[in-house]
């Protein structure tokens, strides 16, 4: 118990080395996204060609949250244009779910701790909920990536995927990045070390899982 202050001084001085490497395979996916679909498939465009559909993977990889509803209209308008059915896929299916959550999330998140009538104590039982259910989502929308990739490169080069050509290792590489990406955030949001100490107004939201289960009344301080 005694080297507990010095393992958590060690910790945060390598955060910023995780944090980094968090934002330098974010951006590797989103570049390796970008160099795919401009170099292999003509670039990107908004008039029902294949060039339209180039705009889903790559607003599906920038974010959830503000490119999500751009990903999602260009994909339903180049089905739309081509004649092609919506929602029949794992991957279609996955993302769908992965916005629905993403909806009911923000909901709940403003509905216990934006309004101030909130009690505390549904605030204290939401909040591992709240958390559980970020890194859900974030391993969801992986997951519905890589589906992507897979279905865009059994699409694109079906006859020829097997003989590891340019665009199927490119396709490889992203996804390896994208699993890689998603265990470091992991990693570095689960730490304990990394976790900024609440401030005194803070204290009565720091509840722990073991806290719950026990049938705690009220969260303990750390």
């Not at 974010?26 to 294949?50: F, K, N, P, Q």
């Not at 889903?56 to 339903?76: E, K, N, Q």
Request: proline fraction near 5%; hydrophobic fraction near 45%.
């Amino acid at each position: 118990m005694e080297d507990s202050p010095q393992r958590a001084v060690q910790g945060l001085s390598s955060f910023p080395w995780y944090v980094g490497g968090t934002q330098v395979l974010g951006l590797a996916c989103v570049v390796i996204t970008g160099v795919w679909m401009g170099s292999y498939h003509g670039g990107y465009a908004w008039d029902g060609s294949g060039q339209e559909f180039n705009v889903h993977p790559l607003c599906m990889v920038l974010g959830l949250v503000f490119l999500y509803g751009d990903g999602i209209v260009a994909v339903f308008d180049f089905h739309n244009h081509n004649k092609i059915p919506n929602m029949y896929s794992l991957h279609s299916w996955c993302g769908m779910l992965t916005f629905v959550l993403f909806c009911v999330q923000w909901l709940m998140g403003l509905g216990f701790f934006l309004f101030p009538g909130t009690l505390m104590a549904l605030r204290s039982w939401y909040l591992p909920l709240h958390v559980f259910f970020g890194l859900a989502m974030l391993a969801m929308s992986l997951a519905t990536c890589l589906l992507g990739i897979s279905e865009k490169l059994f699409f694109s080069i079906q006859h020829t995927y097997s003989q590891f050509v340019p665009e199927g290792i490119l396709g490889n590489m992203l996804g390896l990045l994208l699993v890689a990406f998603g265990i470091l955030v992991g990693y570095v949001v689960t730490r304990e070390d990394f976790r900024r100490p609440p401030h005194p107004e803070e204290e009565a939201l720091s509840v722990h899982f073991k806290t719950l289960t026990e049938g705690g009344g009220s969260p303990t301080s750390p």
